[in-house]
């Protein structure tokens, strides 16, 4: 046999580079095709316990399969290599339906070997999250230093498991930007060495039973930190002064833990980026106005609520109209005399809570006619008086005005006013006249509370012979009369009835 030419040779092998490139994108390693390969293996055999299963079906031992279009794969378009690799869920879960449980049998947690992970050299985001993995070797996870992106989020490791990494250890992640670790079972605090992860733009930790003080200054040092979301632990003491150093926040979720001391402007004062707030069910205390973060621009969510009502919000006197335009606002439980005058200037509204304060004056009508796509209103246990004066509202869901001083009648076209509506709850009002008849137009309601009111009339037949997605009625503590169990009534959901006194 004749060699082949050289023009020829490199002829054949642009044609075998060209056959390579799909859509632009070169074909997987083919140690990492096998490294997939193996790592499959050892998932059947670990996580469903051998059985037929069907396991990350697109992972098949076939010549020219080329990895990269393998689902849960993703691979550089230049140089081929696996630099995504998701195995969140595995196998899948109807999380919709049922609880998270544990993947194998047992419903014990597993060990899952990164070693098998060692043929990903340009490997930059892994996802391990919802696989109750309990242990990870550190060493074997030190491995993976090109990593830019780690879920571990609703697994069962321990801070046992995670914290005990060195100064050196956390140095070998220097490219890490994102770090979930939520809805596990960690403990304790945040590793003081923590500002080690000198990129670190996220860190995730809620849903876990941490319960200390915020790490100081370690947390302070992670000056590229974008999202701080812990909320939904047992974190304690006052919020570092030089939190409010974290210049490119845009995310601080705090909610649900128990920081106390005060909560002033200056928390957030240099957070220029914030775009979301949210300190509630705290023992934050003290005075804070509104009118200190008219500057952030950004801004899009505010939720400043306290436990036992020792925040007080200062919105008396506010002058200026803030830069932000927010989505949504909850000032619960913050003292408040007046409605906020801010609003006024808020057009892009979605969710507004201002229940449990001090607030009086008309039902504030005004609010829904500046913000055309508010879905939820909560206005409970206030001092708002005179009529319900609502425009057609055809996108709200929640409406809860109960525990006010709302009188006169219900408006005739209720109902077409607010078809969407699946909550209405108008109890311990003054509300007098008769339950309009439109009110069966609301086919969508799961919630009706007209409960201590002075309704009277009968119940209109339409309520109960249309709004079949009910589930509570409460129309105790009124003057209704007459028939309700009627051949119309058609209420096979309701599980909470209250029609007496």
Known sequence: MNEMHPLKLIIVLNLVILLTQIDGRKACYEEERKGLLELKSYLKLHVVNGSEHALLPSWVDEPNNDCCGWERVT??????RVVVLSLSNVPEYDLVNTSFQCFDGAGSSSYLNISLFRSFDELKALNLSYNCIKWIENQD????????????????FTSADIVGLSDQDLIAFGRLEVLDLSHNQLEGGIPQNIGKLSSLKALYLAYNQLNSSLPIPGLCELRRLQVLDIHNNSFEGTLPPCLSNLTSLKILDLHDNLFSGPFTPNSIGSQKFLQFIDISNNYFEGSFSLNSIFNHSKLEVVVLESREGKLQIDNEDIAGIPLFQLKALRLSHCNMKNTPRFLLNQHRLTRVDISHNKLSGAFPSWL???NTDIRFLNLRNNSFSGKLDLPPWSSMGHLDVSYNHIEGHLPKDLGLILPKLHCLNLSHNSIEGELPSSVGAMRKLLLLDLSFNNLSGEVPKELAKNCTELHGLMLNNNNFHGPFFSNQFNLSN????KLGC
């Open 368 to 370: 829904l006619e500046n």
């Open 494 to 497: 309701i599980r909470v009835l």
């Open 75 to 80: 691979c550089n378009s230049t140089t081929g």
């Open 141 to 156: 996870l030190l491995r993976l230093q090109q990593l830019e992106t780690l879920d571990l989020s609703f697994n069962r």
